[in-house]
Structures are given as C-alpha cells and as structure tokens.
C-alpha cells in the first residue's frame, strides 16, 4: 500500500509535540509585559527625570514649557480632530447631562472631599508633621481642572468616547481661570498658618493670557486644523489612521508629559526638601483619591438599577451610555498640571520660590500618578465594555428569537375555533 504523500510530500503527517509549559508561560509573561509598554516607558521617563533633570524642565535644554507643552499637546489635539467625527463633537456639546455631572465633580465634589480630609489633618496633626505648604497644595489641585491630554488618550484607549472626553476638557480649561483662583482663596483654612496662602496673591492679568495662549494655541487651532482636513478629505484621513495607527502616537506623547513634569519636580528640588511623611502621605493618598474619585463617578454614571428611580414617584434616571461612562471616569477625577502650575505661580508670584515649589508637589504628583493609575483603568473599563456590548447582543438576540418564536405559533387570520366549551377544534 502506498502512503500518500502530505502537505510537505515527506510521508505521513505524524502529531505535533506540545509547547513545553515554560514556553507558553514565558510567552503569556512577555505578551503582558508588551501590553503594558506605556507604564513601563512611564517608569523610565521618571528615572531620567530624576538623573538628568535639566533637560526636560521648564527652561531646561529642550525648552519643555514651549515643545513640550505646546508642541506636545497641539499633537494630542490634532490626532483627536482628525480622528473625531464632526457631528459627534457638535452632538457631545449638547450633551448637558455629562457635562453637568463631570464639571460638578471636578469643581464641587472633590474640593469638598480634600477640605474634609485637610481639617481631619489639621485636627489631628498637632505637631506640624505634615507640611502645611502641601495641605495649601491639596486645596489648589481640588479646585483645578481636568487634564487636558490624558483624557482624551485614555478614553480612546479603553473604548469611551473620546468626543465626549474632547468636549470636557474644553469646557473645564475655559472655565477654570475666571474659579479657580477665587474658589481656591474661598477654601483656604482661615488659620494663622495659612495666611501666606489665603492673602499672598500676585497679579492675575499674565496668568489670564499665559492660559488663553496656550488653550488657542495647543488645543483649539490643532483641533480645528484636524478637523477642517478631516472634512475636506474624509476617505483619505480615515484611511491614513487605519494605516498608520495614529492614536498610538498620542499615546506615546503622554511620555513627554510626565518627563516634564517630574523633571520640573526634581529641578527645583522640592521632593528632597520634605520630610518622610508627608512625601508617603501624598504618595498613597493620591492612588487613593484617584481610585475613590473614578468609582464615585462610574456609580453616578452607570448607577444600580435600584437607583434609578425614586420610589413612590414616578421619577426615573436614565444611566449614561457605557462609552460616554467611561469618558466621565476619566475627566471627572483627572487635574491638570499644564493648566494647574502656571496658574499656581500666578496665584502665589510673591511667595519665596522654595514656597511655590513646595505647594506644587501634590499638583505634580497628582497628575503623574493618576495617568499611572489610570493605565490600569483602561484595561478594566475595556473589559466592562466589552461585557456590556455582549450582553446586550445576547439580550437583542433573545428578544428577536421570542418574537420569531410568538409568529410561528400565532394562528393565521381565517382561522376558527369551533366546539364546546371544553374542546375545540380549528377549523380553517
């Protein structure tokens, strides 16, 4: 008998030997490490940082405050109008619902969670251990807007909607310089160790047209520029991004940003000069704070069914759209250090510069930590949005078979049922 030949014409096909468990494993371990390329990078940024300060820092060799804060972000905003639909960025604005509920977190709820932890601090922190520049600090970052980049990145990444994050961002940065200022004074402990802070104000006028500036020129004209190409050739921007993998570009931006501001933060040598507590202090209330903010916000836009309406009335909630969801979890806990540490210095110009600096750490930390975190989130909301979209598949496709099902088993229109009252028959 002859055999036939395989594929390969060498004889009879024999069974391939399994993968040896340390190479699937070794594979599994080296695909995650991949995955999480953006913290990794995220890591060597802040090593960098730390050795060769002067680079990367506002005035430093590569002029961070104009290529990076300018040119940097303008990138970021110019991928997202390219990428983002024209009527889903002038529907998003509609959208009051979202803006209401981020806008509220950012500017009402945080600041009244940090005011509280703040006076817990000063109750119970007798001895000073916990510099009060840093308590100062808390209260400017509760009342600073969110973020203006690495919203839009990371909505995008974990499936929002980066339109709804886009528009966000853009009514946050507009309001923040008329409230910020005055809401921070507003809050600031009417104490005798605050008073530098509650009553050494500088002139506001540069710190109005420094922001203005940076707005128009980082975010609106890139987002408008991408835009206007996006509509002139629709076909070809889409094809260009498919091709390219454009938001990836964004994504790798976000690197610059914290190498800038951690070199900002070592530059002027603020971390070294604390003392040990109240660095481990702002370093695990941070991680904290962003996660307890992020669940805050995901309960009031996806809240329990058992929620969504007030009992004995009829009053009902309708939940939020799990990709605008995602988007109001990211730019509801988010602040802004592009926005945060040009308006602190304007606040405080009189203050010694040491002063200043030590203000500004949880600002910097702040914002550095919660893209750290927030790289994580986007692996879990990914993963819930993808549930969600299963789900209701699923449920669609019942609901279509329980319809299928109920015509099939209708009677036909000329059909009679004849008969007693115990038993018929159907005659057509």
């Not at 002859?2 to 340390?22: F, I, K, L, M, Y």
């Not at 913290?39 to 730390?50: E, S």
């Not at 988010?334 to 010694?352: C, E, F, N, R, V």
Request: aromatic share 10%.
């Amino acid at each position: 008998m002859v055999v036939p030949p395989t594929d390969a014409g060498r004889g009879p096909s024999e069974p391939e030997s399994p993968t040896p468990r340390w190479q699937s494993i070794s594979k599994a371990i080296l695909k995650y490490i991949l995955s999480q390329w953006l913290l990794i990078a995220m890591g060597v940024a802040c090593v960098l940082a730390y050795f060769f300060p002067e680079v990367a820092k506002h005035g430093g060799i590569i002029r961070s405050q104009y290529s990076v804060l300018y040119g940097v972000i303008a990138i970021i905003f110019l991928i997202s109008g390219l990428s983002i639909d024209r009527q889903k960025l002038l529907s998003q604005l509609m959208n009051w619902k979202l803006h209401l509920q981020v806008q509220i977190i950012s500017f009402l709820f945080i600041p009244a969670i940090i005011l509280a932890v703040v006076y817990a601090i000063l109750a119970g922190d007798h001895t000073g251990k916990i510099e009060r520049s840093v308590l100062a600090g808390y209260i400017f970052l509760a009342c600073i807007p969110t973020t203006i980049a690495s919203n839009v990145v990371m909505t995008r990444n974990a499936g929002g909607d980066d339109a709804a994050a886009l528009v966000e961002v853009l009514i946050a940065n507009v309001l923040a310089p008329f409230f910020t200022a005055a809401w921070t004074v507003t809050l600031i402990p009417n104490r005798p160790e605050f008073e530098l802070w509650k009553h050494g104000g500088g002139d506001m006028s540069s710190m109005y047209r420094n922001v203005f500036q940076q707005l128009g020129l980082s975010v609106l004209l890139p987002l408008f520029v991408g835009q206007i190409v996006r509509f002139t050739w629709p076909d070809q921007v889409t094809w260009f991004i498919q091709k390219t993998k454009l938001p990836k570009l964004a994504s790798a931006c976000m690197i610059l940003l914290i190498w800038t501001t951690f070199s900002s933060c070592f530059a002027t040598g603020s971390l070294q000069t604390m003392s040990t507590p109240t660095i481990v202090l702002v370093v695990l209330f941070n991680v904290a704070l962003y996660v307890f903010l992020t669940g805050i916000c995901f309960i009031i836009a996806r809240p329990p069914r058992c929620f969504l309406s007030i009992p004995w009335t009829d009053v009902t909630f309708e939940p939020l759209a799990p990709r605008e969801a995602i988007a109001a979890c990211f730019c509801g806990p988010a602040k802004s250090t592009a926005l945060g540490i040009p308006l602190l210095y304007a606040m405080w110009q009189p203050l010694d510069n040491d002063i200043k600096a030590q203000t500004s750490v949880p600002v910097l930390l702040y914002t550095t930590e919660q893209i750290a975190v927030a790289q994580l989130f986007v692996q879990v909301f990914w993963r819930w949005h993808s549930y969600v979209e299963k789900r209701d598949r699923q449920e669609s496709d019942r609901g279509d078979s329980a319809e299928i099902d109920l015509e099939q088993h209708r009677p036909t229109d000329n059909a009679l049922i004849i008969g007693d009252d115990k038993h018929g028959t159907l005659e057509t």
